[in-house]
């Protein structure tokens, strides 16, 4: 059965089972070099993953799995299974920002729909992070649920649905619009499946970065400067002979 299909038969049956919930939990962190790490948690709570075991899913004990073996070697992931949510957890390390943007179409479609990952960016020392958080679009979830005689628009989808989004930029961070800032600097959105449309941003900088290129390139400077003065110094006099003497009156 196609995560798709597991996706669609477990909204149903939220329908009759409103205490269902996923969690989603997507993380980054960029280091001063540009390397870094991105995870992903995807799981669900029991009421969740009976309901896709009541419509004959596969794998109903841990329906995420399969979309994390999916994903293949390069990526890590274990089995998720805090307060009562199980489910897997996936991570891979990047060393370039170019890096990070492949890995990011890998892990869009880890819980089974496409997910906008977050975009990292990078220049003279600054590292800036966005996402675009899209408007929910209920007339596609309505689809799901016709000729079955359920109102999927009376659904609490913002209580059925847990997401939390972090990033950790490397230097001191000088913007942002998350909820709230962790004491090592990590910016964190609590989110639902509702919150949108809304553009997640944050922005830092890396103290003394573009001071040390500048200062470098002066020293450089300072050093050519040093050695024409002590050629030009080197130079051996005019002879005597040739040498024009002034006599004044």
Known sequence: MSRVRIITLAVLAMLVLSACQVRVRQSTLVRDDGSGAVGVVVAADEEFR????????????????????????????????????????????????????????????????????????????????????????????????????????????????????????PGELISNNGDEVTDNGQVAWNLGIDSGPLTLEAESEVAGFPWLIAAAGVAVLAVVAFLIVRLINRREPPDAEQSVVVVSE
Request: no cysteine; charged share 30%.
């Open 50 to 169: 009976q309901a896709i075991a009541s419509f004959g899913g596969e794998q109903a004990d841990n329906p995420f799995e399969a979309a994390a073996q999916d994903l293949g070697e390069d990526f890590e992931w274990t089995e998720y299974d805090e307060e009562g949510f199980l489910g897997v957890q996936v991570s891979r390390e990047f060393t370039t920002i170019d890096e990070y943007d492949e890995i990011a179409e890998e892990l869009g479609g880890l819980a089974g729909v496409e997910f906008a990952f977050p975009e990292l960016a990078s220049e003279d020392g600054r590292y800036r992070f966005s996402a675009e958080f899209p408007e929910f679009d209920e007339e596609a979830l309505a689809g799901i649920g016709s000729g079955t005689g359920f109102d999927i628009s009376a659904l609490p989808l913002d209580d059925i649905f847990d997401i939390r989004i972090t990033v950790k930029l």
